[in-house]
C-alpha cells in the first residue's frame, strides 16, 4: 500500500514541476505574404484578376506545381471581392496558425 501511495505522489510531483508543453498550432488557412497578383491560369503568363495584399486571407482550393488554386475568404486589401477565385504562386502564400482549444 505504502509503494502504491509513493508512487502515485510521484506521479502528482513530477506533473507539477514538469515544464508545460508548447502550444501546439494547427493550420487555420491561409494568407498572402505580400502584393502578388491573381491569375486566372497557373501561369504569370495568364491575364491577371487583380492584387493579392499581404494579410489577405485564402482557402487553398488546390494546386498545380508551383501554384495555390485559392479563393478570397473576405473582400482583399487591394478591393478584390470575396470568394474571387484564382490562381497565386506559392511563394505568395503561407499558412495560418491557429492555437489549439484547450481540452
Not at 508548447?22 to 501561369?43: D, I, K, V
Not at 506545381?65 to 477565385?85: F, I, K, M, N, P
Amino acid at each position: 500500500m505504502t509503494s502504491m501511495l509513493g508512487v502515485a505522489l510521484t506521479a502528482v510531483f513530477l506533473a507539477a514541476v514538469a515544464p508545460a508543453a508548447p502550444e501546439r498550432s494547427q493550420p487555420c488557412g491561409h494568407e498572402a505574404t505580400g502584393t502578388a497578383r491573381l491569375h486566372t491560369g497557373p501561369s504569370a503568363s495568364r491575364p491577371s484578376l487583380g492584387l493579392l495584399r499581404a494579410g489577405d486571407e485564402l482557402t487553398v482550393l488546390r494546386e498545380s506545381g508551383d501554384w495555390y488554386r485559392v479563393s478570397l475568404d473576405r473582400r482583399s486589401r487591394s478591393g478584390l471581392r470575396a470568394e474571387t477565385a484564382g490562381w497565386a504562386a506559392k511563394r505568395h502564400v503561407r499558412p495560418l496558425a491557429c492555437p489549439r482549444p484547450n481540452g
